[in-house]
C-alpha cells in the first residue's frame, strides 16, 4: 500500500503511538535476531523512514552497505535525512513488485510491514526479486504480522485493525507465506514471534 506524503511525515510517531512508545525497542531487538555481520550488504525493500537501517547499519559497520528502495519521495528524504552519518546507506526510488536488476548482490534482504499490503501476485513479484538479488546462501529476512485469528484479538485492537489495516492486511493474516517463499526457491525456513505471536519474523534460504 502507497502511503501518501502527511502519512509519510507522521508515520514513525504513528507507530510510537499505537505501541506506546515500544516500537524503536522492539526493530532494535528483532534486528538483533538479524544474522547481519559486519560487511554485508543489506537490501531493504519498502524501506520507509530508514529507521530500521540505522540498526542495521550498526551491525555492518562502514564496510557493509544498505540500499533501501521505496516509492514514497517522502519516506526517501525522510531516510536520506536520518541515515546521513551514514555514508554507506543509499536509498532509491523504486517500485519492488516491478522486476529489478539486481542478480546475486546482496548477502541479505529484510522487509518489514511491506508484504501485507500486496496483491499475491505482486507479492510473488516482490519474493522473485528478492530470490534474484540474493547470493547463494543469503537469507530473506521478512518482518509482518504472523498468521492469527483476528476474532481472537481483543476487542479495542480488533477494531483498530480492522480500522486501521487495508483489506490486503486482513487476507494477509490468513496466508501461508512459507508456502509462497517454497514455490519460489526459497528454503530452510526459521521465525521468531513477537507482540504474544501476533508479529512474526520469518527467515528464508536462498
Ligand atoms: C508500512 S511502511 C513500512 C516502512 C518500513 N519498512 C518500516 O518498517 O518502518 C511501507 C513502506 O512500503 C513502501 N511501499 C509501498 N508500496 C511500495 C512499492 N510498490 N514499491 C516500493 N515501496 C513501496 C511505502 O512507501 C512505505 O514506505
Redesign the pocket.
Known sequence: ???GPRA?RH?DLF?NVVSLGYYPRLIRKIVDKMDIQPGQSIL?L????G??DIFIAQKIGLEGSILG????KE?LNLARKRCRPYPNVEFKE????MPLTYHEEFDSIF????LH?FEDTQKIGIITNAYRALKPGGIFYILDYNEFDLEMLWFPLRWAFIHGECQLALEFLKLDLKEMLLSQGFTSFEQEFFLREHLRLLKAAK
Open positions: 500500500m502507497e502511503v509519510a508515520y507507530m531493504d519498502g524501506s520507509g523512514t529507521r530500521n528502495l521505496d516509492i514514497s519516506m523504486q517500485r519492488i513488485e522487509t518489514s510491514f511491506v499490503g
